[in-house]
Structure formats: C-alpha cells, structure tokens
C-alpha cells in the first residue's frame, strides 16, 4: 500500500534536486510514491533527472508539455496520485529522515485531515543564516491574517484533494487559497506538529522572496478567491504583509 505521494515541481533547480531527492529516500517510512512534474520547456534537466531515478522503485516524472507553474504541477501530482496522504515538497527543500514518520502517526492519532511541521529557513545569500519558525494552530479567521505555514512541511489527506480542492493560477500565493479553503470547506484545523523537520532554502531570484509579487497576489487571495470587496481586501492585504515583514524583521 502506497501510503503517502510526494509531489515536487521542477523548475531549474538542478543544484539542489539531488538532495531533495535523497532526503526521501532516507526516510524510514518507506510506503511512499514520489512524483516529480517536470515544469520547463528546457529539457536538459529532464534527462538529468531521468537518469537520477531511472533505478528508483516509486519514483516518477512527468512532463508539462509548456512552463505551467507550480500550482498547476502540483494539481496534475495530485490527479495522479494513490496514497492515502499527499505531501509536498519543492525540489530546493528537504527533509528530516524521520519527517514522514512522525507526521503520518501525529495525523493519525489526532484525527487530521491537514497538519504541517516547524521548520528552518535556510538563506543562501548574505547574510548566511538558518531561522526556526514555529508551526501553530490555525483556523480560518487566524490563517486569513497571516500564512505561517511552509509549504514542504504540509501533508495532506488525498480525500480532501480530490473534493475539488485545486491550487489556483497565482505566481506565488496558491498554497494559501488552498489552505483557506480546506479550512473553510471542511470546518477544521490545520494542526501542528512541533518538530523541526522540514528544510526550507530561500534561494536567488525565487519567487517566494519576491516581494512585490506577493503584494499583488495577497490582493487576489482575498477579492478574487475569498470573495471580499475592494476595502476588505486591501485590509487584510496590510495586515498580511504587516505580519510578513514582523516575522522578517524577528528573524
């Protein structure tokens, strides 16, 4: 039995990809599919990854006809996906061997549909540091004010996915529309679990440190999917960015 599906997005990161990679592997959960959507139109990487798991029990790779995104890759992850639980990790992350292990039994034993871990930051440009961040309770009113999530720490069931539950066209952003609406939809909690075992790489020119990207996305978050008015939206747009750069400013 499949587990767990672990969906990665690839889009040249060719210098951090084997890592990720092998910090699967090293898991000591073993009943996991990893499937890798392959998301540029170059395809140097693409052989250079097939010959990486061309011996990989479980591991796959597929390819996006055209540069996509990530939101779309990770939607055709999940239409392909068997486990019983989907976790997502982006090709320049990584984890703990044991993240796999204590996140599926810490679900299991609370009754979760959706958890996500502590987890260390990792600047690879000046000034080289590692920063922890604290993983929280979250409802839908708490998320709305700030999205204190990483998104390689989350593990979903695959049940919820599948009830129409998508990553929407953003740049950046997409993990949290989602987020939000599991929470709204099924009327629960995303539940911490209070280890470090995610790695979480901020890397040059990625679009998660893309500020003003974020800016205009945050907007869409709230008018175009939460459906708020044209105030209400630039509200919480503040108050989100706000959050951001208090955390930015603590670490």
């Known amino acids: 039995m499949i587990e767990v599906s672990i969906i990665i997005p690839y889009f040249k990161k060719r210098k951090y990809i084997i890592k990720a990679l092998r910090s699967i592997e090293n898991q000591s959960l073993q009943k996991y599919e990893v499937i890798i959507v392959y998301d540029d139109n170059n395809l140097d990487d693409y052989i ?43 090709a320049d992350d990584y984890w703990h061997k044991k993240k796999l292990e204590y996140q599926i039994q810490f679900m299991k034993k609370n009754e979760c549909i959706i958890s996500h871990t502590d987890y260390k930051i990792i600047y690879t440009k000046p000034p080289l540091k590692e920063v922890l961040r604290k993983a929280k309770i979250l409802d839908y009113k708490t998320l709305l004010n700030s999205c204190d999530i990483g998104l390689s720490t989350v593990i979903v069931k695959r049940s919820i996915l599948k009830e129409n539950n998508n990553f929407p ?33 901020i890397t040059e020119n990625s679009l998660s440190s893309n500020f003003s990207q ?28 706000f959050n951001a750069l208090l955390k930015k400013a603590n670490d």
């Open 214 to 241: 974020k800016i205009k996305d945050s907007y869409k978050v709230y008018n175009v999917y939460c459906k708020f008015n044209f105030i209400k939206s630039l509200f919480y747009v503040f108050i989100l960015s």
């Open 169 to 201: 066209k953003l740049k950046t952003k997409e993990d949290f529309v989602l987020w939000l609406e599991i929470l709204k939809k099924n009327n629960c909690r995303i539940l911490p679990l209070n280890k470090p075992l995610t790695f979480w790489r």
């Open 48 to 90: 250079f990854i097939k010959n990486i798991i061309k011996n990989k029990k479980n591991f796959y790779i597929i390819k996006n006809n055209k540069n996509m995104g990530a939101g779309f890759s990770r939607n055709l992850g999940i239409k392909k996906s068997k486990g019983v639980y989907v976790a997502f990790l982006d």
